[in-house]
């Protein structure tokens, strides 16, 4: 497993999400996912 990702959304609908889709591609293009900032 090279990166994992928690995003708020239910089961349901998780896959119809449009930042699901735009992390499923990044994930795809580059093996990471895009993190938001962290705070500080």
Same mark, same amino acid.
Request: charged residues 20%; without cysteine.
């Given at each position: 497993?090279?990166d994992f !990702?928690? !995003?708020? +959304?239910? +089961? *349901?609908? !998780? @896959?119809? =999400?449009?930042?699901?889709i735009a @992390?499923t591609r *990044? $994930? !795809? =293009? *580059?093996? =990471? $996912?895009? +993190?938001?900032? @962290?705070?500080?």
């Amino acid at each position: 497993m090279s990166d994992f !990702l928690v !995003l708020p +959304h239910s +089961h *349901t609908w !998780l @896959q119809w =999400r449009g930042d699901t889709i735009a @992390q499923t591609r *990044t $994930f !795809l =293009r *580059t093996g =990471r $996912f895009s +993190h938001p900032a @962290q705070k500080a």
